[in-house]
């Protein structure tokens, strides 16, 4: 996808041209359809470009409007063009050669900072009014995209980039946060705000807006989807048209592509709902949608509890073969072992992942989407929390907690909360963290189990302490927890793409939370009503009403054991060095003797959550910190 990047310096001085010449050949490879500048002596703003739409052929910025007294640039895709033609009175003879930047310009014009509340799609931009010494920054709702920042306090020099590597190529440190890297071993979770595992490096959150002074850094979230007001109707039906159709206007505007479309194809309802819509979509233009699965190499049914399912294949190719448009490829990623896909995650993204067990599958489909010439990659990532969520039952009763998640969660929802948090806290200081890559002295450094502590109660991220269903939603969707948008928007641009998201529309998120929770009810045993209902006729009924869940490498076992020389190289690299500090390498290596012995459910997980999650982080470390 295109990119933004750029310096100011806060105090009038005069700026270090070479610093942007270094920040611009960083940002190179985001900009295979050209890169374009302006400068003035105290500031410099640049625009990577990927023609991934029609209209961005007609891209013109950055710009400085002398009138206005600013300077603009932005990297766009918007999803709500028709809309804003109308709201900015652009003329029919002149939107087909309208990019997407120019109407967040104009829109910018016209609402000023108010103007990302009224921009759908992906995208980031940047303001700068010398006069008033004023840099404003924004980005996106919840999209594929990214944005980081950097002061240098000493130069009062402020940087940006769509790019955290961009930013390390022009010198600025590399200290570790230490907080992130724990909470990231021991899968905790909460808010993260501007934080990335770099100290000296900020991240501008979803729904956020930033407002750069001589005197200040402010940031200010735009978005607040706890408002949306709850929409009442009788019957589930009367959702459903609503539904489908603003689903469908965000499946279509992302469809909007110069190049070939392709799917994420799992075997459930997300992709699934994604793929039926996108491909009859494409298909009323005669275009074709390729879809891509990931499929096992090995038997998967004692790998997977009784509710889930580790081979999509059955599933997706029902899914495929209702699309006659569709190609489908099934790819097995036998030639990306899980080290490998490792070590390829870690060049693209420079910082470790919470999903390390699934880098082998990401790296491969997305190698194939680039290799089938795929410019736009459909997803639907986001889909648990919007079109397929459950309506948490759990939540809603002491009841349905027992019957619907076992003992633990019945009573958390029947203890008052002041004896849950008690409960809790008791709980939290007996913390053995056994069950993680952590370090237990580096842990206790960090004061973990503490900090767990700190916020229960406080903080919605916590599962531990929702109360009810909209606690669980929002932990989800909340602007600013996840960072995921970025990691794709990272892993698309090293492979010349576009990673898109319908299910993460303003729109679609904003409908589906205005549905009560208890019309996505469990009926006749199965949940998620809106999203099965909905697809009637359009997803196949194998697919549709399928009660099962994937399991995502639920064959890594077997993977692991074909590839033991790499496990064990790596098992060794980061046994010495600074990693030790931070890593549990006996418990890893328990882990790794432990699939090798008696591949199941449990060693499964716990290869992914501890061996692969601790190696991904104990490689990047030492090589970051030798």
Known sequence: MSAIYGLVQRDGQALDVE???????AMSTWGPD?????????????????HSTPEARFEQLPRWLPEQ???FATEARLDNREELWRALNITPADRPKTADGDLVLA??????????????????LVAWHPLQRRLFLARDHSGNTGLYFSLNQRTECFAFASSPQALHAMGIPRRLNEALLAQGLVSWTPDRGSQTIDLDI??????????????????????????????????LDDYLEGFLDIFGQAVRARCRSLRPVGVTLSGGLDSGSVAALAGRILAEDG????ALTQVPIADTSAMVGERRFGDETRFACATAASLPNLVHHCLPSDSVTPMAGIELALAVLGQPSHAASNAFWIADLLQSAQHQGIGTLLTGQGGNATISWTGAPELRSALRAFSHAGWKAGLRRLLPADVLRTLLRWWRRKQDWSHTAIHPAFAHRMQLAERMLAVIGNDPSVPETWRTPRDKRFAIIEPGSSSVGELWSLQGAAHGMEVRDPTLDPRVVAYTLSVPDHFFDVKGGLDRQLIRQAMAGLLPDLVRLNPLRGRQSADLAVRLQRSAAEVGAALAEVSSGPAVEYLDVPTMRRAWVAVRAQPDPLSTHRAGSILLRGLMAGLWLNRRLL
Do not use: M
């Not at 610093?19 to 050949?25: G, K, P, V, W």
């Not at 900020?202 to 929409?231: F, M």
């Open 34 to 50: 050209g890169q374009f500048q302006w400068q003035s002596p105290d500031a410099a703003l640049g625009l990577a470009l990927l």
């Open 107 to 124: 829109a910018y014009l016209k609402w000023g900072n108010a103007c990302p509340q009224q921009l759908v799609g992906d995208w980031s």
């Open 69 to 71: 007294g600013l300077a």
């Open 19 to 25: 610093d942007f010449r270094t920040l611009t050949l």
């Open 202 to 235: 900020d991240r501008l959150p979803p729904g956020h807006i930033l407002t750069v002074t001589p005197d200040a850094i402010r940031l200010e979230r735009y978005w607040h989807p706890e408002q949306t007001p709850t929409l009442y109707y009788a019957r």
């Open 287 to 290: 275009r074709v949608l390729t």
